[in-house]
């Protein structure tokens, strides 16, 4: 059992600092921006600090997978997307008449299919997934901030191809809910995920006899201590990520999404220096477009994504884990310059990333989503096998 008291004291500056930036940012958009954004933004500060208490994450628990057969990670990923199917198939199916909600559907086609492949490799040669990379850079892991930056360039440039990808083959929106009704769909669902458990169970037994534990009962006398400063037990992520993101559904009327934002960011700097984002054609017409020629605080995926990054960073300060690195390796550098850049473009072709597109799609019944589960993991073997050909790892041990 893991102690209650914190590696390391509470870091008091940071954590004064992080809480008074966030009550301001959260006044401000409440008093500048209409509707409710500013519920956003906190539901955003909740993931961070969900995000970094249980150090929730999928590009170490992919790559512990892929090298070592450790499945830990990815049951609780498993788990997330069970109750987040469970949590959001009956709203989605209108059971809540008075719940005005969408769902991230996407086609499938090879543009989701390239992207998340794209994506798998570039999460493993960054160092993180979309959510990682922002609750890690809150962290104060300065390489993040390389990867983020060309995170947003390679998100940028998908914006630009996008339209010609799209031209390739593939088929439009495919939900199973409006397929086979949201009940049918559901208990589907969870059968297939309910064998993927099974499967992820099976391999990990059979590599070393028994699984890793799940950490599930915490002594009272732990519980405030470890609410407050950390490790968590990766169930409590499970059920924080899944409530936060029902929340998101109901507030912003779409599942929780990251890269979105990062197009929009790179977009708008790019006008800012004198170019033309809006006669590119995805940044011509409906919200894409709105968004471009409105404030940044009026795009919930915008928001939510400064919350996450400013939550990790009070979760960070409060464990005592805020602790910028300066020192980069040219290696490190280049891994977080490929790896940014292929974060996302394959964000932008894919519908998404690890979260808005295989968490939102997956638990919204969109069939892209389970294209972009295949595909992403696909991409993630390869980037593990490419990080040690470039010596970033060791090579795999023969069992």
Same mark, same amino acid.
């Given at each position: 059992?893991?102690? #209650?008291?914190?590696?390391?004291?509470?870091?008091?500056?940071?954590?004064?600092?992080?809480?008074?930036?966030?009550?301001?940012?959260?006044?401000?958009?409440?008093?500048?921006?209409?509707?409710?954004?500013?519920?956003?933004?906190?539901?955003?500060?909740?993931?961070?600090?969900?995000?970094?208490?249980? #150090?929730?994450?999928?590009?170490?628990?992919?790559?512990?997978?892929?090298? /070592?057969?450790?499945?830990?990670?990815?049951?609780?990923?498993?788990?997330?997307?069970?109750?987040?199917?469970?949590?959001?198939?009956?709203?989605?199916?209108?059971?809540?008449?008075?719940?005005?909600?969408?769902?991230?559907?996407?086609?499938?086609?090879?543009?989701?299919?390239?992207?998340?492949?794209?994506?798998?490799?570039?999460?493993? +040669?960054?160092?993180?997934?979309?959510?990682?990379?922002?609750?890690?850079?809150?962290?104060?892991?300065?390489?993040?901030?390389?990867?983020?930056?060309?995170?947003?360039?390679?998100?940028?440039?998908?914006?630009?191809?996008?339209?010609?990808?799209?031209?390739?083959?593939?088929?439009?929106?495919?939900?199973?809910?409006?397929?086979?009704?949201?009940?049918?769909?559901?208990?589907?669902?969870?059968?297939?995920?309910?064998?993927?458990?099974?499967?992820?169970?099976?391999? /990990?037994?059979?590599?070393?006899?028994?699984?890793?534990?799940?950490?599930?009962?915490?002594?009272?006398? /732990?519980?405030?201590?470890?609410?407050?400063?950390?490790?968590?037990?990766?169930?409590?992520?499970?059920?924080?990520?899944?409530?936060?993101?029902?929340?998101?559904?109901?507030?912003?009327?779409?599942?929780?999404?990251?890269?979105?934002?990062?197009?929009?960011?790179?977009?708008?700097?790019?006008?800012?220096?004198?170019?033309?984002?809006?006669?590119?054609?995805?940044?011509?017409?409906?919200?894409? /477009?709105?968004?471009?020629?409105?404030?940044?605080?009026?795009?919930?995926?915008?928001?939510?994504?400064?919350?996450?990054?400013?939550?990790?960073?009070?979760?960070?300060?409060?464990?005592?884990?805020?602790?910028?690195?300066?020192? +980069?390796?040219?290696?490190?550098?280049?891994?977080?310059?490929?790896?940014?850049?292929?974060?996302?473009?394959?964000?932008?072709?894919?519908?998404?990333?690890?979260?808005?597109?295989?968490?939102?799609?997956?638990?919204?019944?969109?069939?892209?989503?389970?294209?972009?589960?295949? #595909?992403?993991?696909?991409?993630?073997?390869?980037?593990?096998?490419?990080?040690?050909?470039?010596?970033?790892?060791?090579?795999?041990?023969?069992?």
């Amino acid at each position: 059992m893991k102690s #209650a008291i914190p590696t390391q004291p509470s870091d008091q500056p940071t954590v004064l600092l992080a809480s008074l930036t966030i009550m301001g940012i959260s006044l401000f958009v409440q008093q500048s921006v209409a509707g409710l954004q500013y519920l956003s933004f906190l539901i955003g500060v909740g993931l961070g600090i969900t995000l970094m208490h249980a #150090a929730f994450g999928f590009t170490g628990s992919w790559r512990a997978f892929i090298r /070592e057969r450790s499945g830990k990670g990815i049951r609780a990923q498993l788990m997330l997307l069970g109750l987040t199917s469970l949590l959001f198939f009956p709203v989605l199916g209108q059971i809540f008449p008075s719940v005005q909600a969408g769902a991230a559907l996407a086609p499938v086609g090879t543009s989701v299919l390239v992207g998340a492949f794209l994506f798998g490799i570039g999460m493993q +040669l960054g160092g993180g997934c979309g959510s990682g990379t922002l609750y890690t850079m809150g962290q104060g892991q300065v390489d993040m901030l390389i990867t983020l930056a060309f995170f947003i360039v390679g998100a940028t440039l998908g914006t630009v191809h996008l339209d010609w990808w799209l031209s390739l083959p593939g088929y439009g929106n495919i939900s199973v809910i409006a397929h086979f009704g949201w009940v049918q769909a559901l208990l589907l669902q969870l059968v297939i995920l309910a064998a993927l458990y099974g499967l992820v169970r099976l391999l /990990e037994i059979r590599r070393y006899g028994k699984i890793k534990p799940v950490e599930w009962q915490i002594p009272q006398h /732990e519980f405030t201590q470890r609410f407050i400063h950390g490790q968590w037990p990766l169930w409590w992520g499970v059920v924080g990520l899944a409530l936060l993101n029902l929340a998101t559904l109901i507030v912003a009327g779409h599942p929780w999404s990251i890269t979105y934002a990062f197009g929009l960011w790179g977009a708008k700097i790019w006008a800012a220096v004198g170019g033309d984002p809006g006669s590119w054609v995805y940044w011509s017409s409906g919200y894409a /477009e709105q968004s471009l020629n409105s404030s940044v605080l009026t795009d919930t995926t915008s928001v939510m994504d400064f919350g996450i990054i400013l939550g990790s960073l009070l979760a960070a300060a409060l464990a005592g884990k805020f602790a910028p690195r300066m020192k +980069l390796t040219a290696k490190r550098t280049f891994t977080a310059v490929a790896g940014g850049l292929l974060l996302g473009y394959g964000a932008r072709l894919g519908f998404g990333c690890n979260i808005g597109a295989l968490v939102g799609g997956i638990s919204s019944g969109s069939l892209h989503g389970w294209l972009w589960l295949v #595909a992403g993991f696909c991409g993630a073997i390869a980037g593990v096998y490419l990080r040690i050909w470039l010596r970033v790892d060791k090579p795999m041990r023969v069992q």
